[in-house]
């Protein structure tokens, strides 16, 4: 957990299985607040955050043995979905065939919130679980407000929550600036390369910070560079956009000419399903069009990236093995922190193109979306919000 400022680890102690220092890993969350909407045009944007459900069980698997350093784009507190904390929502792989019957039972006029919590005491469970990994790893933080489609149990949820988290310490969250000049910086301890993993969570917040981001883009391309695996879930993977870009060393961004990343297959979340909860979910504004500025998907291949559906078999799960597998890995022997000085402009070095097509040449990308985009209604929206909705775990050749 980031509680002020970041311990330096003892290099060392990485591969020494005696020693009792954690691992680390990064959680990069979103700090966005506010969606903005193309359509109704009389509103503007809705209340948005990130997906708690889609970074707790990354924290309970690796919480013994691992030091978590939380970061958002601009240092900011992330915002808790609330419509994330939904029971539906904790069904996880069975969302898709959960939510409408559960907003069913909600809109019943005999509707009463105990007793449908003790008709599902296994989702109440999820829940409890997951915002006790939030009361232990983050601390206080918002939560977004109620949406006119938010589902009926949520209202009185809401401020049971809200009255726990704020009995909590705010945590500290890093900006990416923050922790892209402290690599840079020769004198100072930090560095990505003591980060096995990082993980991003989504939720429709990272549609107003991921996109085109160039603070973001160093990271993602520093994090290449030491090594690190990169998890992506939800609409997180729009982050990828933003690797068409990095910053150089006066603080100001350039493009990419040849990006190692381009070799990773996306998955995420399909527009078909995104149109489907804009029309029956929360995030519609009751008897209007509703529509987000872009569609995740569109904007991924708009970057230049091949996006792709797979079996529906291929579950977040796996995509968590996957996760924990690379996180285990032994790193090369003589590894050493790459990117300690700033990125410079590709005319200041003339190979690096060179280098970089031959990452790409070996690059070992795993990609595991949740399920493919299919033709029952419900199935579309099991693909949409089927516990990942798009799960990608890239690691790239370092160059």
């Given at each position: 957990?980031?509680?002020?400022?970041?311990?330096?680890?003892?290099?060392?102690?990485?591969?020494?299985?005696?020693?009792?220092?954690?691992?680390?890993?990064?959680?990069?969350?979103?700090?966005?607040?506010?969606?903005?909407?193309?359509?109704?045009?009389?509103?503007?944007?809705?209340?948005?955050?990130?997906?708690?459900v889609e970074m707790a069980q990354v924290l309970k698997e690796f919480e013994n043995d691992y030091e978590f350093t939380f970061a958002?784009?601009?240092?900011?507190?992330?915002?808790?979905?609330?419509?994330?904390?939904?029971?539906?929502?904790?069904?996880?792989?069975?969302?898709?065939?959960?939510?409408?019957?559960?907003?069913?039972?909600?809109?019943?006029?005999?509707?009463?919130?105990?007793?449908?919590?003790?008709?599902?005491?296994?989702?109440?469970?999820?829940?409890?679980?997951?915002?006790?990994?939030?009361?232990?790893?983050?601390?206080?933080?918002?939560?977004?407000?109620?949406?006119?489609?938010?589902?009926?149990?949520?209202?009185?949820?809401?401020?049971?929550?809200?009255?726990?988290?704020?009995?909590?310490?705010?945590?500290?969250?890093?900006?990416?600036?923050?922790?892209?000049?402290?690599?840079?910086?020769?004198?100072?301890?930090?560095?990505?390369?003591?980060?096995?993993?990082?993980?991003?969570?989504?939720?429709?917040?990272?549609?107003?910070?991921?996109?085109?981001?160039?603070?973001?883009?160093?990271?993602?391309?520093?994090?290449?560079?030491?090594?690190?695996?990169?998890?992506?879930?939800?609409?997180?993977?729009?982050?990828?956009?933003?690797?068409?870009?990095?910053?150089?060393?006066?603080?100001?961004?350039?493009?990419?000419?040849?990006?190692?990343?381009?070799?990773?297959?996306?998955?995420?979340?399909?527009?078909?399903?995104?149109?489907?909860?804009?029309?029956?979910?929360?995030?519609?504004?009751?008897?209007?069009?509703?529509?987000?500025?872009?569609?995740?998907?569109?904007?991924?291949?708009?970057?230049?990236?091949?996006?792709?559906?797979?079996?529906?078999?291929?579950?977040?799960?796996?995509?968590?093995?996957?996760?924990?597998?690379?996180?285990?890995?032994?790193?090369?022997?003589?590894?050493?922190?790459?990117?300690?000085?700033?990125?410079?402009?590709?005319?200041?070095?003339?190979?690096?193109?060179?280098?970089?097509?031959?990452?790409?040449?070996?690059?070992?990308?795993?990609?595991?979306?949740?399920?493919?985009?299919?033709?029952?209604?419900?199935?579309?929206?099991?693909?949409?919000?089927?516990?990942?909705?798009?799960?990608?775990?890239?690691?790239?050749?370092?160059?």
């Amino acid at each position: 957990m980031a509680r002020g400022p970041i311990s330096p680890r003892p290099k060392a102690s990485r591969r020494n299985k005696s020693c009792p220092t954690k691992r680390r890993a990064l959680i990069l969350i979103s700090s966005g607040r506010q969606l903005p909407l193309a359509e109704p045009a009389d509103v503007k944007s809705i209340s948005t955050g990130f997906f708690l459900v889609e970074m707790a069980q990354v924290l309970k698997e690796f919480e013994n043995d691992y030091e978590f350093t939380f970061a958002t784009p601009d240092g900011n507190a992330p915002q808790l979905d609330i419509n994330g904390m939904a029971l539906s929502v904790q069904s996880i792989e069975k969302t898709g065939a959960k939510t409408i019957p559960l907003r069913m039972q909600q809109r019943r006029r005999s509707f009463d919130v105990n007793s449908f919590r003790q008709r599902h005491p296994e989702l109440v469970a999820r829940r409890e679980q997951d915002v006790q990994l939030l009361e232990r790893h983050i601390g206080r933080i918002p939560v977004s407000e109620l949406l006119p489609n938010s589902e009926p149990e949520l209202a009185e949820y809401r401020p049971e929550l809200i009255r726990r988290l704020d009995k909590l310490p705010e945590g500290t969250f890093h900006s990416l600036q923050e922790l892209v000049l402290r690599h840079r910086d020769p004198a100072d301890p930090f560095t990505f390369a003591d980060f096995d993993f990082i993980h991003t969570p989504g939720g429709h917040a990272p549609m107003v910070d991921f996109r085109d981001n160039p603070w973001l883009g160093e990271t993602l391309h520093v994090a290449r560079e030491n090594g690190v695996i990169i998890s992506l879930i939800c609409h997180a993977p729009v982050a990828v956009t933003s690797t068409r870009q990095r910053i150089d060393a006066q603080g100001h961004p350039y493009l990419v000419s040849d990006n190692p990343f381009l070799a990773a297959t996306i998955s995420t979340v399909p527009t078909i399903g995104e149109l489907f909860a804009l029309r029956f979910l929360y995030p519609r504004v009751p008897g209007k069009r509703t529509r987000t500025s872009y569609f995740v998907d569109t904007a991924v291949k708009e970057a230049g990236f091949n996006t792709c559906d797979l079996p529906q078999h291929r579950r977040p799960a796996t995509g968590l093995r996957a996760v924990r597998a690379a996180a285990h890995r032994q790193r090369p022997a003589g590894h050493r922190p790459a990117g300690r000085q700033a990125a410079q402009r590709p005319h200041r070095h003339p190979s690096r193109p060179a280098r970089q097509r031959q990452a790409v040449e070996r690059a070992t990308v795993t990609v595991h979306p949740a399920d493919h985009t299919v033709g029952d209604p419900v199935e579309q929206m099991d693909h949409w919000i089927g516990g990942g909705f798009g799960y990608a775990v890239i690691e790239l050749g370092s160059g």
